[in-house]
Structure formats: C-alpha cells, structure tokens
C-alpha cells in the first residue's frame, strides 16, 4: 500500500508539466471563443488526441497510480486551462469508465475505441444517469428497460437529463430501472450503438458556465439495443438482482444503500481536483494583476485589503487540494471513508472555487466583471462545482450523516 505523500515522483512531476503546458498553449488560448459559441470545441479536442491526452490509455494510467494522485493532478491542470474545454476533453471518461466498471473484457474491446475514434476522427460518449426527477436522488429513475426474450432485446424508454455530450455521442451508456422493487440496486447500464433508432437529442441546455461543454436532454423511445449491449451480461444481472432480493427479505436493504453512497464517495475527489484547477486559475490571474495594476502610485497588491484577500485565496486552495488528494489517496488504497472524506473534499473545493473566483473579480475591479478579462468565465464555470456530482447541500448530509452515525439514503 502506498504511503500518503504530498511530494509527486519525477514521472508524476513530468505528466503533470505536460498538461500544464497543453492546459496553456492549447486550450488557454481557445477559452473565449468557445465560451461565446457554446459549441463542442472539436479542434481542441483532436489536438488533444494527437498528443495522447483524449484516449483510453491516458486516463486508465492516472487511475491506476498507486499513490491515488494521478487524477486529481490531471484534473486540476486542464481545468486550469478552462473548465468547459476540459470537460469535452475528460468527458467521455465518464462513460468509458462505465464500461469499465461493469462490462465484459469483450465489451470493453468493442465499445470504448469507439467512444474515442482516432486523431483522424474523433469521437465522443455520453454517460446518461440523471433524470428530470431523479438528480440527487437516483431512486427514484424512471427510465425502464425491458427484456425481450423472444428477440434476445432490451427496449429502453425514458428521458434523460444533464447528460454530458448527450445527442453528439457516438456511444451512449444508459443507466436503466430493470427491478424497480430493489432502488438502485435495480438498475442496470447499456451500451447504445451509434446510430440506434428511439435515441434522440433533447433540449441542448444554454448553461450559465461551463459552455464549451456541450450539455442536452436525451430521449429514449422504445430503443432496441441486442442482449450483448448489457453491461456484464444477462447471467451477472441475474446474480446480481437475486442477491439484492435476499438483502432485502433479511433486512439488509439499508446496507445496500451505503454500499451504492460509498461509490459515489470515491469518485468525488476528482470533481474536488476540477474545482481546486478553476480556483488557482483565478488566483494565479489575480496575483499578477496585483503586481502589475497600479493606483495611487503604487501596485494594488501593496493594499492590505488586496494582500490579504489573496494570501487568503491561495490558503483556502491548498486546503482544498489537500482534502482533495487524501481522499484520493485513500479510495485508491482501499481506506474507508470514515468521515466521508470524498464528500468534505468536494465539498470544500467546490465552494472555495466559487469563493476565490469571485474574489477574483473583486481584485480585477470593473475589468474583472467584463469578458475582456478570463476571471469573468472562471467565476461562471465555478457555480457547477457546487452542484452537478451532488450538491453541496447533498454532500453536508452525507458528511453529517457518516459523522452521527444516521442511514444515508
């Protein structure tokens, strides 16, 4: 097992100097213009993918870091780039990760090249989960899936929401109800072919931040998708429904609960890492320009009132940082999240990225609040931190709930 640290190894120093530098020369540079068009940044993208920054590979080897920290410092130096374009870049991870979690080795080789394409032909996946009425509480899903023996089918029908690269996917994972008597343990992901007739693009949403990122409804009319399109197979669902079903009858539907929460747990750090990138983005903008604007013959950063704002921001990111890399630490060498220390270190990022951003503008002054000045877009990208991956609100219950000991449902 590997002992936490806070000093990266020199191969991780290197990946981590890499990203910087594409997160400035590459994406940088492209953030106001795919801002203001709120399109899917595709060149970005490719350019991405010829360094080999959009693949399978890359991600897959950052996960398997054993010190835990290989993705939160992937996150944080694209998001330090720009927070939508990012999301383009890691987003079919959500869906390629899916795959990964649940499916077959044959799944696996069939469907996740295709969720990327090549550096001729990029493509992109969607991981589709929420609902209108079923965000934070995943309970309460209504998309249905149905097994059709005579056919060896599934048919899908439901709308789903929120769903990054939704529509524009040439791959969808969707997360359907197959039981609805077990809650979550009910449910079960497909693979949608490219091209699957029933699936439709929805509303595409026009978001407050994050507009690079392209965000839609998706529609599922009576979608047919072949047997071998169920993540694990038929025989591993089987298993799987009939071991819930006698958790349930022996009352242990309540620890099936916590065992579904704790997934979440551990994914959350690398959510905390995009926010803790946005924050020192603003932080570092800020700080030059408080060396360099002058006012009453002299740079602002010579005020108190600015000086300690920003000796404020960069303690509030490094504190987020740390939580964020504890927590990653620890979900990659198997600790149990006894305080639920995943949810404190999204938590925390996702709010101190709201607040230094805004304290961004304030250092900026009128400069800061107009789109001719990037501290603009990163205090609009902040607000998602604090709601998409649980809410704040959302994560202050699980908190409370781990430290008192009360059911998480």
């Excluded at 649940?102 to 469907?111: A, K, P, Y």
């Excluded at 965000?135 to 005579?150: I, N, P």
């Excluded at 343990?185 to 595409?204: D, E, M, N, R, Y």
Aim: net charge negative; aromatic share 8%.
């Amino acid at each position: 097992m590997a002992e936490f640290t806070m000093d990266l190894n020199d191969d991780q120093k290197q990946v981590r100097d890499w990203l910087h530098g594409f997160a400035k020369d590459v994406i940088r540079p492209a953030a106001a213009e795919w801002d203001e068009r709120e399109e899917t940044p595709w060149p970005v993208i490719q350019e991405a993918a010829k360094v080999g920054i959009y693949s399978l590979d890359f991600y897959a080897q950052q996960f398997f870091d054993p010190s835990g920290l290989g993705i939160p410092v992937a996150m944080e130096e694209l998001f330090w780039g720009d927070a939508g374009i990012a999301l383009s870049i890691v987003g079919t991870g959500l869906a390629a990760v899916g795959v990964l979690a649940n499916g077959t080795e044959e799944q696996i080789g069939t469907w996740i090249p295709q969720m990327y394409g090549d550096v001729t032909d990029v493509k992109v996946a969607a991981f589709c989960s929420s609902e209108p009425d079923a965000g934070s509480d995943v309970a309460s899903m209504r998309t249905r899936a149905v097994y059709d023996a005579a056919k060896d089918e599934w048919v899908l029908n439901g709308t789903k929401t929120w769903a990054t690269n939704g529509g524009i996917a040439n791959v969808h994972v969707v997360v359907a109800v197959v039981d609805a008597d077990l809650g979550s343990k009910g449910h079960a992901s497909f693979i949608v072919p490219p091209g699957t007739p029933g699936l439709t693009q929805g509303q595409k949403f026009k978001k407050h931040g994050i507009r690079a990122s392209h965000t839609a409804e998706v529609v599922l009319e009576d979608v047919r998708v072949p047997g071998h399109c169920l993540l694990g197979g038929k025989e591993k669902l089987d298993e799987r429904l009939a071991r819930a079903r006698e958790k349930a009858k022996a009352g242990g539907g309540e620890r099936v609960k916590n065992a579904a929460m704790a997934t979440f747990e551990a994914s959350r750090p690398a959510v905390g890492a995009m926010a803790v990138g946005t924050a020192r983005a603003a932080y570092d903008y800020a700080l030059e320009y408080a060396k360099t604007r002058e006012q009453f013959g002299r740079p602002i950063i010579d005020n108190q009132g600015i000086a300690f704002q920003l000796a404020d921001m960069r303690t509030q990111i490094d504190a987020a940082r740390l939580l964020v890399w504890r927590a990653s630490w620890m979900a990659t060498t198997g600790k149990k999240f006894e305080s639920a220390e995943g949810s404190m270190s999204k938590l925390y990022a996702s709010e101190t990225a709201k607040k230094v951003t805004a304290q961004a503008i304030q250092i900026l002054g009128g400069n800061g609040f107009t789109r001719e000045y990037p501290v603009e877009r990163m205090h609009r990208d902040a607000a998602i931190y604090t709601i998409f991956e649980g809410t704040s609100e959302i994560q202050r219950l699980v908190i409370a709930r781990t430290l008192s000991g009360m059911p998480i449902r």
